[in-house]
């Protein structure tokens, strides 16, 4: 009784939920190193992770380590697009056929007048980041995410795209953080589809693999297949459009070496390292042994990974440890830590570890051990 009571419970529990796969294709980092370009790209763009969090502008993810994708369909009949599902901003956005920089050329581009749904918007559409902006129109059109459909999305068609986005295997961003960060005032896919009564519960959350194949993005709830141990729940620290939450402290071996008055860090999916305050970071990378590099990560040996320590977050009373197979990321290049300077953000890194839940409806994050 016991047991088929709880196959019965699983089953209301997974039913309704949406798993919509996520890919992770080359970075930017790999196809600029093996062309050669990464240097200079570097010296022309100075690594700066977190500077979509630190100006007044709308912002948008700028980081060449962004790797994770899914596939969305836009207008009727839906014409497709690889997006990055981004907890750190809120509007979606694809390229458009008006689209004259050349770093659209080896991305889809969405022509409006092919779908039967679309609505022209008002607004211009503007996104700035460190090294330039993306801009273009607004309109309004179904989105198709699995076999959901969002009505009257609206979203930006950009016409200018940055450099960086021709060497990147995304054609355009979702966002996933708070309806106010929209640049155009508008609401997020996620709150239109609960808003038109699509989803079980108010939630969503990541599965982010190691591999390239593997990961999901489940709307409307989450997916016990792909953690252990429950999740461990944690409020957001205060009202704003992130997923921002309390560090209180990182420990390594119990010894205290970073967020020591606690910190406010944002839980980010489209952000591939932890970044923190450079003290912190090299605090942290000290104790690593790893290397500091002008335009890049630290740099640490790829031999006896496994004698370096684990890296213990303490958020809510919940010590979430992070071993060195997750911290260290290999490159051609070699190891290099993914810990670099900025504001405080849990990227990729720490998602990769930790299944993320975001619980819209409660303003709370939950994590769970990885599978
Ligand atoms: C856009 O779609 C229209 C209608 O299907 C078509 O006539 C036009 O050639 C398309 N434009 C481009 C640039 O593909």
Known sequence: MKSAFLVLVYLAVTRGLLRIPLMR???????????????????????????????????????????????????????????????????????????????????????????????????????????????????????????????????????TEAVFMGSVPWDGILGMAFPGMTSDGGTTVFVNLWNQGKLPQNVFSMYLSSSVEGSVLVLGGTDPSYYTGGLKWIPL????????????????????VACSASCEAIVDSGTAAIIGSSKDINNINGWLGAMSEQYDYASVSCSNIDLLPDIVFNINGHSFALPPSAYVMKFGSGCRTGFAPGSWILGEVFMRQFYTAFDVGNNMVGFAQAV
């Open 237 to 256: 620290h205060q009202a704003s459009n992130f997923w921002n939450i309390l560090i209180q402290s990182i420990t390594i071996n119990g010894n205290t």
């Open 25 to 159: 294709g080359k970075s930017a980092r790999q196809l600029l190193e093996e062309k050669g370009l990464l240097e200079e790209y570097r010296r022309k763009f100075p690594y700066s992770p977190a500077a979509k969090f630190e100006q007044s502008e709308v912002p948008m993810t700028y980081d060449l380590d962004m790797t994770y994708y899914g596939v969305i369909g836009i207008g009727t009949p839906p014409q497709f697009f690889k997006v990055l599902f981004d907890t750190g901003s809120s509007d979606l956005w694809v390229p458009s056929i008006s689209c004259t920089t050349s770093s659209c050329d080896d991305h889809p581009k969405f022509n409006s007048s092919a779908s039967s749904t679309f609505q022209a918007g008002t607004k211009p559409f503007y996104i700035s980041y460190t090294s330039g902006f993306a801009e273009g129109s607004t309109g309004y059109d179904t989105v198709k995410i699995g076999d959901l459909c969002v009505e009257h999305q609206l979203f930006g068609l950009t016409e």
